[in-house]
């Protein structure tokens, strides 16, 4: 089972861009490396999924190096609305009995 | 609207006092689960099913059981609710896990509060 390790905080200013880093040193081969976003009182919102190089979406970008130990999602030129936080999710739906484990997750305070 | 459906969205009941949480998607997905969510501790997963009648413990089973008679519906069931079980419930469903594929919609929450 793959535990994942995150920043509990991130401070940031609208325009700029903020890289959020999740270990994840026991990644089994299968796996596959997901980020959710969550409002207060919200259920969490897909963001972006990879598994190994770069992921790029409308959203944000997933960097994952060649040993996929870790993970680092990028969003670009934030906004005030972007302030939530952000989780990393390490498994395989496909195996049965698999457990899927969020990480502590990030909160990331834009500022005006 | 695609969507997952949970109710009741907020629930304050007395220690043993079984309960019910439904949970509804209509996107036809394989794969449905149980979240709680307790401040600090962020989001543990209780049970999950890979399809009708396949079930299995996530992290945090204990107290709580649950069913997939159907493919839409994925009901959490308190049998004796205690304090420690007071917190914020996500219900969420995927597509497929034939393909590795996480994305999970999430519904809106439950937040139960057992006195």
Known sequence: LAKTTQPISMD???????????????????????????????????????????????????????????????????????????????GDMRAAGNKLTFGGGTRVLVKP | EAQVTQNPRYLITVTGKKLTVTCSQNMNHEYMSWYRQDPGLGLRQIYYSMNVEVTDKGDVPEGYKVSRKEKRNFPLILESPSPNQTSLYFCASTLSPGTGYNEQFFGPGTRLTVL
């Open chain 1, 12 to 90: 940031s200013y609208e325009g700029q861009e903020v890289n959020i880093t999740c270990s994840h040193n026991n990644i089994a081969t299968n796996d596959y490396i997901t980020w959710y976003q969550q409002f207060p009182s919200q259920g969490p919102r897909f963001i972006i999924q990879g598994y190994k190089t770069k992921v790029t979406n409308e959203v944000a970008s997933l960097f994952i190096p060649a040993d996929r130990k870790s993970s680092t999602l990028s969003l670009p030129r934030v906004s005030l609305s972007d302030t939530a936080v952000y989780y990393c999710l390490v």
